[in-house]
């Protein structure tokens, strides 16, 4: 984890273990493992070569086989509304709607158009974001150059609480499944993360 965030958020004495499964390869575990501490484990799972949510949900499943989870541990979907129908979004709501047994939460954190979106609030709100194109065009005025690669230095703990601020304020009232306009739920995934490292403060 960022040390910086690793300061403002506090200390924690076992790490809560975040299972992510991402349609993305590169920008969502390079952005997630910044919350790797003593506190917070992140594990993210991508289907190589093949980005779909069916795949996505594929991998969690295999993951959630091989990996030990105990209570308390959290499994998230991350994937993007872009160019999927509801249909395929709709396989991973249930999923995540499913009443199980075990007691690790299930999530579902969907950016519409795409998770580049999730970046941008980090710096600025998303009022003229209406496509994948826009999108990357406003990020580019903050992150001159973006090319997938999330720079550590770039995300504190005030962006990050900014970011939160800003997506909780696109998605009023709060989607029961996903964004259908402009909007990103990957706010609630990472506000379990910070809430963890928080709650003995």
Not at 50 to 75: C, F, H, Q, T
Not at 85 to 113: C, F, I, M, T, Y
Request: glycine share 4%; hydrophobic share 35%.
């Amino acid at each position: 984890m960022n040390p910086r965030l690793a300061r403002d958020f506090g200390k924690r004495r076992y790490a809560r273990l975040y299972l992510i499964a991402t349609e993305g390869a590169v920008t969502e575990p390079h952005y997630f493992h910044f919350f790797n501490s003593q506190e917070v484990r992140v594990e993210c799972l991508r289907a190589r070569g093949k980005s779909s949510p069916k795949d996505v949900l594929a991998i969690m499943k295999k993951g959630l086989n091989r990996m030990s989870m105990r209570a308390g541990d959290e499994a998230w979907l991350v994937v993007d509304k872009d160019k999927w129908r509801d249909e395929h979004l709709q396989l991973l709501h249930d999923w995540v709607s499913e009443k199980r047994d075990k007691v690790v939460k299930r999530g579902l954190a969907v950016s519409n158009p795409k998770f580049e979106l999730w970046l941008l609030l980090h710096y600025a709100d998303a009022d003229s974001v209406n496509s994948s194109s826009s999108c990357d065009s406003e990020l580019n005025k903050h992150l001159s150059g973006y090319k997938k690669e999330v720079p550590e230095a770039m995300f504190d703990s005030e962006k990050i609480c900014g970011a939160i601020m800003r997506a909780k304020r696109l998605d009023t009232p709060p989607c029961l499944d996903w964004p259908r306009k402009t909007g990103t739920t990957v706010y609630r995934l990472v506000k379990s993360m910070c809430r963890d490292v928080t709650r003995t403060n």
